[in-house]
């Protein structure tokens, strides 16, 4: 009756644990978890491995936004990249604000590498709070026509970056009794977009993280470690005019843009900062009860179809 009344006054995230709740149960629910103030979504003092942060042309890629987003909110980065100069215009642009950056060259599918960049962080920080797996990109081809070698290689850099990630970045997770995973999927491991282009490498790949996802979060769950997926809509990010117009054979930049704006029930793309905004929410306190989901980024295309 008195933990009723003293619960009714509490938000609730402060309720009081039952006497008969495990001890874990009992002091995460204890924990005071500050709301509705400017301390929303406060990364202060977190270490963030951003793989894949770079932007393969000018303008705010997912990896980019994220890792400049997380420094914003005070989370220190340390940026991966297969290539240098990537990581470093994204690291120019945190340090420019006044955030602190780290940049390492890492190819995310080489499990040497993938090790080694770990150790740096460690080294630099200290520890490693938030890992996120953004390495991605599609190749065309339904079964027949696509190579094995696509094939290989659409698995190694759509999934199993996450799985390195995740295999090295864990066990510092686990050390510290705390830690964050945001794996960035795709609607193309979900839904095919009707008129779209086959990629039946990349759908697979990105819908198979979001099982790789679900899997870890429930091999971590009581160790305090979550993982998510976020699944990513179509976007306006650099990649539409470096690498789609072309891939796609469309004569010009704006035809393509106006076709995908067109595709999505919100009636436009996206953009990077969407994909970083839920994935800041996604590392912060406040999502402290969410692992093993998988987030759509998407106007509305995993609800209906235009
Ligand atoms: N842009 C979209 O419309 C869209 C839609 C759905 C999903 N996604 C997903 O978002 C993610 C990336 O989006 P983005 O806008 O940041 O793309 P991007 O290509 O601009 O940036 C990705 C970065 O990853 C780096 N990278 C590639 N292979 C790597 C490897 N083996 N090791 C380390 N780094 C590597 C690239 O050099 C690049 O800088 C991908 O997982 C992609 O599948 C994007």
């Known amino acids: 009756m008195l933990r009723n009344v003293v ?21 995460a629910a204890i924990q005071p978890l500050i709301t509705g103030s400017s301390a929303m979504l406060d990364l202060k003092g977190k270490i963030a491995f951003v793989a894949g942060a770079g932007s393969v042309g000018p303008g705010w890629g997912n990896g980019k936004a994220t890792a400049v987003l997380l420094a914003r909110q005070g ?24 955030g602190v950056c780290a940049v390492h060259a890492c190819n995310m599918t080489n499990a040497d590498e993938v090790r080694a960049a770990v150790d740096a962080c460690v080294k630099r920080f200290g520890r490693i709070d938030i890992l996120i797996n953004n390495c991605g990109g599609s190749a065309a081809g339904d079964p027949v026509s696509m190579t094995e070698e696509v094939w290989d290689a659409q698995l190694d850099l759509n999934l199993k970056t996450a799985f390195m990630g995740c295999k090295f970045v864990l066990p510092v997770m686990e050390k ?53 997926t976020v699944i990513v809509g179509t976007m306006h990010t650099p990649l539409v005019e470096e690498r789609l117009v072309k891939q796609l054979g469309i004569g010009d930049a704006a035809t393509l843009i106006a076709q995908r704006h067109a595709a999505v029930p919100i009636g436009f793309m996206g953009t990077g900062w969407d994909t ?17 989901i998988e987030l759509p980024v998407d106007g509305g295309i995993s609800a209906g179809r235009v």
């Open 7 to 27: 619960s009714a006054k509490l938000p609730s995230n402060l309720m009081l644990a039952s006497s008969t709740e495990p001890n874990a149960v009992k002091s």
């Open 176 to 228: 510290q009794k705390a830690g964050v995973i945001i794996n960035i999927s795709s609607i193309a491991g979900f839904r095919h977009q009707v008129a779209g282009r086959v990629n039946v490498a990349y759908s697979t790949a990105k819908a198979g993280l979001a099982a790789f996802s679900r899997s870890t979060a429930m091999a971590y769950v009581k160790k305090g470690i979550r993982c998510n």
């Open 75 to 98: 989370a220190q980065i340390f940026t991966t990249d297969i290539k240098e100069a990537a990581a470093r215009e994204t690291a120019g642009v945190i340090k420019e604000e006044g």
């Open 276 to 292: 970083a905004n839920a994935v800041v929410f996604l590392a912060s306190e406040e999502a402290r009860y969410i692992t093993g």
